[in-house]
């Protein structure tokens, strides 16, 4: 059984930094698609970043680049999202969002396959950034 598990999540100041983890049991991150997604109220999800595990492809959002980063420990079976210099609009559930079937071939188009991810991807439970003073 395919499980996503996040942590890292919490409140903190603009301008801080919070590194989410997810551990990912059930398959091997390896040359599979794994990554985040992010739901703030009244809004839809975005897709925010996305590594294909052991590959080194990745995407990541224009409304986050150069403030996040996305990597993964294949032994870890793990994903982690480093986000720095942290905005009040960064304020989401934060979720972790792999892609178990292997389908996904290219990091690129994370941002537009909510979908297919809503359909047959796995997601973890979801964990809250809250960026506030």
């Known amino acids: 059984q395919v499980q996503l598990v996040e942590s890292g999540g919490g409140l903190v100041q603009p301008g801080g930094s919070l590194r989410l983890s997810c551990a990912a049991s059930g398959f091997s991150l390896s040359q599979h698609a794994i990554g985040w997604f992010r739901q703030a109220p009244g809004q839809e999800r975005e897709g925010v970043s996305c590594?294909?595990?052991?590959?080194?492809?990745?995407y990541t959002a224009d409304s986050v680049k150069g403030r996040f980063t996305i990597s993964s420990d294949t032994d870890k079976n793990a994903v982690y999202l480093q986000m720095n210099d942290l905005k009040p609009e960064d304020t989401a559930v934060y979720y972790c969002?792999?892609?178990?079937?292997?389908?996904?071939?290219?990091?690129?188009?994370?941002?537009?396959?909510?979908?297919?991810?809503?359909?047959?991807?796995?997601w973890g439970q979801g964990t809250q950034v809250t960026v506030s003073s």
């Open positions: 590594i294909i595990g052991g590959v080194g492809d990745t």
């Open positions: 969002v792999a892609d178990p079937l292997g389908r996904i071939k290219s990091a690129t188009g994370w941002g537009i396959l909510h979908q297919y991810l809503s359909a047959l991807g796995a």
